[in-house]
Structure formats: C-alpha cells, structure tokens
DNA sequence: ATGAACACTTTGATTATTCAAAATAAATAT
DNA sequence: ATATTTATTTTGAATAATCAAAGTGTTCAT
C-alpha cells in the first residue's frame, strides 16, 4: 500500500521519473543524481529509495542505482500531470510569468485534488503540453512521445520550431522569452560553432541571437 | 521567528482564531477545543500549544486555555483569507459544488502562494465573503464585522436575510442548499417552537421548511 | 468538605524525514 | 597492481508531530 500520498514520496517519485527520461536506456540512475535532484544529501536518498523498494515504488540496486516499477512510474505520472496542468492554469489563467510557474506548482501539485484537477484540465481545454513545451501525461493511457532533440544538435541553415525548454530555472526561461525562444517559434540556425560553444539563431526579422551551447542544449526543436 | 510556517501551526492558529470568535469574551480557549477541532488528542494540543507559545504565536494559561497574540491573529487571518478566497474561486471558477469546496480549501489554503492568491483575488473581483457567506479576511486591515444571529433566535414573523452558514459539513451544507437557505436569500420565520426544538421557515412562496434548533443555531441572519 | 467526574498535562514511545560524519566499495590514475 | 579519488552506504542523532496511558488538578454534587 504504501505511502503513495505523501508529498516526500511524490517527489522522489517524479525526480527519479525525469532522470530515468534523460539519461534513458533502462540503466539505473544513480542515488547521488536523485539526491540532487530532490534536494536531499545522498545519505538520506539511499534511506528513502529503500524505503520505496520495499513498497515497490522503484527497484533498486545496491551502489548501481534505482527505476521506477511500473507503479512507481504510475504515481510520478500523476504528479508530473497536475504539475503541468497548475502550471498551465497559472499561465493562462492568472497570468503569471512562465518562469515563474514552476516553483508554484511544485507545491500546489502536491495539494489538487483530482476533482480540482479535472476541472482545470476541462477549463484549459485539456491541453496536451504546459507552457514550458512539456508533454501532460493523460489521465489514463500512455504518455504521448514526440520526437525531438537539442538545439545544440542542429546544424546552420536548418529551419526548426522550438517545442519544449528542458530547464525550469526563471533565470533560464526569462531569458528564453527575452530572446522569443519559446514553444511554437520558427527558428533558422545560423551557425553551429563548436570551438566557440556557441550556437547563433535567428527569429524572423529579428536580430541574430547565440546561446552557449550548455544552453542550446536544453532547447529541444523538431523540424519544421 | 518561529515555524509560522508549518501547515501544522497554520491549522492550530486558523482553529484557534475560530474558537475564539465562537466563545468570545477574551476568555482562553480550553485546550481540549482546540485539539478537538485540530483532531489531534489533549496531550498533542498542550504540547503544541506550549510550543506556539514560547514562539510568541499564543498566550497560555496551563489549565485554562490560549488566546492568540496579535503576531498569531495575523497569520491565522492570512490562512482565513486564503481558505475562503480559494473556497470563492472554487465555486465560481470551476463549478465545485459549495458543499464540497471547505475540503479542497483545506489543503489548498497551504500551498498558494501571495502572488497566486492577489491573482485569485483579482479574478474573483475582491469578493468580501466565502460561498458560505464568511468573510473574507483584507490583505491588509481589520476584519469588517457584520452584526448578525443566529436563525435559531428569531420571531415568528420577522422577515430575515440568510447571511452566513457557520457548519462547513457537505451534509449540513448541502441540506440548507435543497431548502434554498443560502446568503442573500429573504426568509420568513413561519414559527419558532422552542418546546418542539424547532425552527419553520418560508422563502417566497416555497414549501415552508423546519429545521431544528441546533441547525438553527448555525445559521446566521440580518434583519431584512 | 470529600470523593467522583472531568479536563488537562506529563511521560514515554513512535513515525517520517533529514543530516553529518564515518565506513566501504568502485573507478581511476599512476 | 597499488594508491588516490569519488560515489555510495551506514550509523548515530536530531526535529516535528503525534498517540496512549498514567498522573494531576478542578469542579461539582452530595
């Protein structure tokens, strides 16, 4: 049974899920990684991360690392969806800030309730992405999987659509909106410099603008 | 400083803040209140309380009770203006119904942040009461104090406006929305039988509708 | 007054979550 | 191969919040 409901457990549920993402291929993420990414020192993650093998949350292996079991993966879904609706909601609805969302619904995910949540999801027209470009897992069902990759991976004269910003820092993303390189846009590559880590983009009419490419690659386009 | 923070202390000084209003008179709340309307048991409550003291949050008198300081009144009305306003949104926003809205508001009034609660507030157009007819608690500034009693003590043919329902239960709630007993609604006071413990009511040209007296009680009026 | 009743407080434990620091294992470099 | 570095795990302890049950003070009725 477990305590699915917890906010603790929710998040380390949800953390584990997106690195699992990132650095795909079936291969463990190791406990240091999830300790980062909850915020917790590492001592503490292999505690918990026990905790939830044995509740059959995620499956882990000593000094390798831990996954999600299929019902782990479900609850960090859930979590990942209300985070994405809040976000939404907040966007569309209250008007604030895309960069500013994601600490907001990294608490309000935790306290909607599925009825709550329903009702957003019914006033925001059940959106299939959040503001950030991200994919909303469905209520039910598998996720949608589309293909994308890193601006750092593209080459010049390429025309490309940003579709999702990998990086929820508001720092980040206010730069991203300064820059217009937000979900939807078309973009042409002007140049890829590897040597100068830098990769130079441009929007329309407008001035030419380069990113390092630590930057670009948290950008993920699809073409045209 | 104090964990004012705490969604435990916020509870404990939003309870407090209740009780007091209810049995007025500037006398302490008995502790056992408190815990019963925290669901907590004694010990836990005198514990707390001891602990909220010392953070200068309560006043405490072993053996008689708390009161809240003004430090505590402050954020237990920030926590109140956060239910109810979430409560108003709830309603209005997304079509909950008002029996079930104080549930949601419970949890919620703990994750919205100031900056999503001046949104909702300015949404919902800077409402002055709940869908229960509570006020809402200023952002900044005393509570506005509105001179009303309870049905239970009316005369038969007095002609009332139903103002405010002090039980938050679904059960109760929903009752006095099937009998049309919601704030604004004009009533007339068909009997008031205090030996048959009940109260007969009539709105428009409606059935008349009788409730006992505890129920009464809990529904507060101002003269038409 | 005197002893029940009742309310409140204390005590001793428990659960969840966390950290710091010591111990250990694995990977890397020389 | 051996030593060094780095990552992970263990251990011991702390904090917040809670309960059950025992203890204590008050109040009330006789």
Chains 1, 2 share one sequence.
């Not at 998040?11 to 690195?19: M, T």
């Not at 019902?71 to 604030?96: D, P, S």
């Amino acid at each position: 049974m477990a305590r699915t409901q917890t906010t603790t457990a929710q998040n380390y549920l949800k953390e584990l899920y997106q690195l699992q993402q990132r650095s795909d291929g079936h291969a463990p993420v190791p406990l240091g990684q999830l300790a980062d990414s909850v915020g917790v020192t590492p001592g503490t993650a292999t505690t918990m991360v026990k905790r939830f093998a044995g509740d059959g949350l995620m499956r882990y292996t000593p000094r390798r690392g831990a996954r999600l079991t299929p019902k782990g993966e479900k609850v960090a879904l859930g979590v990942l969806r209300r985070h994405r609706i809040v976000e939404t909601f907040l966007v569309q609805h209250l008007g604030l800030d895309w960069s500013e969302v994601h600490e907001e619904a990294e608490v309000l995910e935790h306290a909607v309730s599925e009825k709550v949540l329903d009702r957003l999801d019914a006033l925001l027209g059940h959106p299939t992405t959040d503001p950030h470009g991200s994919p909303i897992p469905p209520a039910h069902g598998k996720m949608q999987r589309v293909a994308m990759r890193p601006l750092s991976r593209c080459k010049a004269g390429q025309r490309v659509t940003i579709g999702r910003l990998l990086d929820t820092a508001p720092g980040f993303l206010k730069l991203a909106e300064t820059l217009g390189l937000v979900p939807d846009t078309q973009v042409r590559i002007v140049e890829v410099n590897e040597d100068a880590d830098a990769v130079t983009v441009r929007i329309g009419r407008r001035k030419p603008a380069t990113l390092g490419l630590a930057a670009a690659d948290k950008i993920m386009v699809s073409n045209d």
